[in-house]
Nanobody, 117 residues
Framework: QVQLAESGGGLVQAGGSLRLSCAASGRTFSSYAMGWFRQAPGKEREFVAAIGRGAGNTEYADSVKGRFTISRDNAKNTVYLQMNSLKPEDTAVYYC??????????WGQGTQVTVPS
C-alpha cells in the first residue's frame, strides 16, 4: 500500500510562486511515474503534470507549460511541483498521484492553492 501526502499549498498573489511537495511511503517510489492533478470548484479533476521513473521524462498540460515544473527526488520519496507566474485560474485543490502501469492507482488528499483575482 502506498500513501501520498501533499504539502505546500496556500494563498499567493497573482504572479507569485509556490512549490508543492508530495511525500510517498514505500520503498518502490522510484519504480513508478508520478503526477499532479487539480480540481477547481465546480470543475472536473484535470491533469497538470507527470514525471516518469527517470526524471528526464516529463509531461505538462498546455495551460501550465512554461510556468510549472515537475521534479522528483527518489532518495527522499518526494515529487515536487514548482509553480511560477501563478494566475487566478490556477486556483484549485492540487493532488499528487502514483501510476504503476496504465492507471493512476494512488492519490493524496490534496492541498489547496488559492490565487485571488
Amino acid at each position: 500500500q502506498v500513501q501520498l501526502a501533499e504539502s505546500g499549498g496556500g494563498l499567493v498573489q497573482a504572479g507569485g510562486s509556490l512549490r508543492l511537495s508530495c511525500a510517498a511511503s514505500g520503498r518502490t517510489f522510484s519504480s513508478y511515474a508520478m503526477g499532479w492533478f487539480r480540481q477547481a470548484p465546480g470543475k472536473e479533476r484535470e491533469f497538470v503534470a507527470a514525471i516518469g521513473r527517470g526524471a528526464g521524462n516529463t509531461e505538462y498540460a498546455d495551460s501550465v507549460k512554461g510556468r510549472f515544473t515537475i521534479s522528483r527526488d527518489n532518495a527522499k520519496n518526494t515529487v515536487y511541483l514548482q509553480m511560477n507566474s501563478l494566475k487566478p485560474e490556477d486556483t484549485a485543490v492540487y493532488y499528487c498521484a502514483l501510476r504503476r502501469a496504465l492507471n493512476w492507482d494512488y492519490w493524496g488528499q490534496g492541498t489547496q492553492v488559492t490565487v485571488p483575482s
